[in-house]
Nanobody, 122 residues
Framework: QVQLVESGGGLVQAGGSLRLSCAAS????????MGWFRQAPGKEREFVAA????????MYGDPVKGQFTISRDSGKNTVYLQMNSLKPEDTAVYYC???????????????WGQGTQVTVSS
């Protein structure tokens, strides 16, 4: 199985930046695209961004376009989410996930991390 562990969450003031990391392990990692989702209390899990391990393909959800950047370090099997200009509405638990297809929906992702809390204060 693929194992995913997120880190880097915390408390940040509005306008600040934060970088999340997702450490991946397991077999056939390069067969998957990697994604980030987020979920605020009482809300559905929302697509944030996705990337191929090659880095040649990326996709972003509308709410974070121009604000967040997804990247990867293939040598470290790690995916990053750089979050800039953070707003209180970005507050959520952020999850790393792995999908065998080029998808943006929760059901398309096969593996999930435990999540890391991001809280943006005003």
């Amino acid at each position: 199985q693929v194992q995913l562990v997120e880190s880097g969450g915390g408390l940040v003031q509005a306008g600040g930046s934060l970088r999340l990391s997702c450490a991946a392990s397991g077999r056939n990692l390069r067969n998957y695209q990697m994604g980030w989702f987020r979920q605020a209390p009482g809300k559905e899990r929302e697509f944030v961004a996705a990337i191929r391990w090659s880095g040649r393909w990326t996709m972003y959800g509308d709410p974070v376009k121009g604000q967040f950047t997804i990247s990867r370090d293939s040598g470290k099997n790690t995916v990053y989410l750089q979050m800039n200009s953070l707003k209180p509405e970005d507050t959520a638990v952020y999850y790393c996930a792995a999908s065998g297809a080029l998808g943006t929906t929760v059901w398309e992702y096969d593996y999930w991390g435990q999540g890391t809390q991001v809280t943006v204060s005003s």
